[in-house]
T-cell receptor
Framework: GQQLNQSPQSMFIQEGEDVSMNCTSS?????WLWYKQDPGEGPVLLIA?????ELTSNGRLTAQFGITRKDSFLNISASIPSDVGIYFC?????????????FGEGTQLTVNP | EPEVTQTPSHQVTQMGQEVILRCVPI?????FYWYRQILGQKVEFLVS????????KSEIFDDQFSVERPDGSNFTLKIRSTKLEDSAMYFC?????????????FGDGTRLSIL
């Protein structure tokens, strides 16, 4: 099946630093999404990307849909302690409702005050 | 903001027993999903459901699994004869209908522990 390779697996940063994480795939996805998961909770949608090359921001978060449709990155600027959590990329092959999401392995982010 | 709600938050069951996990999707959403996450691993797709039938299912979703929308608000996942390896977080998700893929919104999950 399709697999997403997400890196890095974990990051330890100081408050105020910028963060970058990315996902790559050997196959094409038509939608890329980024979710954040806090302990004991479900994934919360951060950003959804629908077009190759698309660059979208949500506050301090910026994500891009790679032009080859095989990769995406997420940047977090000026990190704060509440950014701590696991960040997952997810790809959707078919750009229609009902299509499965394939998740990456996640990036565990720790922010030191 | 509307959200997906799941009950119970934690279910402990003896191996071989049947278990039903319940979800109330967001009210104007028409597509429903179940995913699972084994401890420390990534989220994996199980099944999607639309118009009272399964749209897509993964290889994990074998004959011991079934889904149902018993009324206008609930969406359930049944595991007929649980195994130890079924222990995981189970997440329900829902999305709107649209020409372009609509983002899936997740509940907080049910932690299933099989003894």
């Amino acid at each position: 099946g399709q697999q997403l390779n997400q890196s890095p697996q974990s990051m330890f940063i100081q408050e105020g630093e910028d963060v970058s994480m990315n996902c790559t795939s050997s196959s094409i996805f038509n939608t890329w999404l980024w979710y954040k998961q806090d302990p004991g909770e479900g994934p919360v949608l951060l950003i959804a990307l629908y077009k190759a090359g698309e660059l979208t921001s949500n506050g301090r978060l910026t994500a891009q849909f790679g032009i080859t449709r095989k990769d995406s990155f997420l940047n977090i600027s000026a990190s704060i302690p509440s950014d701590v959590g696991i960040y997952f990329c997810a790809g959707q092959l078919r750009p229609t409702s009902g299509s499965r999401l394939t998740f990456g392995e996640g990036t565990q982010l720790t922010v030191n005050p | 903001e509307p959200e997906v709600t799941q009950t119970p938050s934690h279910q402990v069951t003896q191996m071989g027993q049947e278990v039903i996990l319940r979800c109330v999707p967001i009210s104007n959403h028409l597509y429903f999903y179940w995913y699972r996450q084994i401890l420390g691993q990534k989220v994996e797709f199980l099944v999607s459901f639309y118009n009272n039938e399964i749209s897509e299912k993964s290889e994990i979703f074998d004959d011991q699994f079934s889904v149902e929308r018993p009324d206008g608000s609930n969406f359930t996942l049944k595991i007929r004869s649980t195994k130890l390896e079924d222990s995981a977080m189970y997440f329900c998700a829902s999305s709107k209908q649209g020409n372009q893929g609509q983002p899936q919104h997740f509940g907080d999950g049910t932690r299933l522990s099989i003894l």
